[in-house]
C-alpha cells in the first residue's frame, strides 16, 4: 500500500470479524470432528455444516480482500492521476456516498470513481451526483455496477452519448429514449 493511502478503517474491522469469525468456525469443526470420532457417524452432519459454514466464510474473506484489492487499485490509479492523499480520500468519500444504502460495495464504486475523475469529472458534488446516478442505474437496471459504470464511461470520454452506449442501457430495461425525449420535449422517433 502506497503511503499516505489509507484504508477506511471499516475494512480493517471487517478482516478481523472476518478473521475471528473464520478461527471459530474452524475451532468448532474441529470439535465436531472429535465428538463425531467419539460417538460414531451420527455426527457427520454437523461436521458438513460446519465445513459448509467454513467455506462460506472464505468466500466471504475472499470478497472482502477483491474488495479490499478494487480500493487499493483505484487508489493507485488516483494516485497516478496526482491527486494528492487528502484529494483520494475525499474521492473515496464520494464513492461511499454513492452505494450508501444499496447493493453495491465501495470497492466497485471505487474503480468507478477513479474512472470518472481520469475522464474528467470533478471531484465533490459532481462526482458524488454522477456515482450516483450509475448506481441508481444499475439497480433498476438489475446490472452490475461496472458494468453501468463502462456504458456511462464511454459517455464521458466522448462528451456525448452515442446510439450505440444508449441502446445498451434501453436493452437493460433503461427506459433511456423515453426519459431523454421528454428532457428534451420531443418524441422519441426524434431521438432514435
Do not use: C, W
Amino acid at each position: 500500500m502506497a503511503k499516505g493511502v489509507t484504508i477506511p478503517i471499516v475494512y480493517k474491522a471487517d478482516l478481523k470479524g472476518l478473521d475471528s469469525a473464520n478461527r471459530a468456525l474452524i475451532g468448532f469443526e474441529k470439535q465436531a470432528g472429535a465428538i463425531s470420532k467419539i460417538l460414531g457417524t451420527g455426527l457427520v452432519v454437523a461436521g458438513a455444516a460446519a465445513s459448509a459454514a467454513i467455506a462460506g466464510v472464505g468466500f466471504a474473506i475472499s470478497k472482502g480482500f477483491d474488495r479490499l484489492q478494487q480500493i487499493e487499485e483505484a487508489e493507485f490509479k488516483l494516485k497516478g492521476l496526482g491527486h494528492t492523499a487528502e484529494g483520494i480520500e475525499g474521492i473515496m468519500g464520494s464513492a461511499l456516498a454513492s452505494v450508501k444504502g444499496t447493493a453495491f460495495g465501495l470497492g466497485e464504486a471505487a474503480t468507478l470513481a477513479a474512472n470518472a475523475v481520469a475522464s474528467g469529472i470533478k471531484p465533490g458534488d459532481e462526482l458524488t451526483r454522477t456515482l450516483k446516478v450509475m448506481a441508481d442505474t444499475a439497480a433498476i437496471a438489475g446490472a452490475p455496477l461496472g458494468e453501468i459504470g463502462q456504458i456511462m464511461g464511454k459517455v464521458q470520454a466522448n462528451n456525448k452519448a452515442m446510439n450505440g452506449e444508449l441502446q445498451q442501457l434501453a436493452q437493460r430495461g433503461i427506459p433511456i429514449y423515453q426519459m431523454l425525449a421528454d428532457t428534451l420535449g420531443v418524441s422519441t422517433d426524434a431521438i432514435t
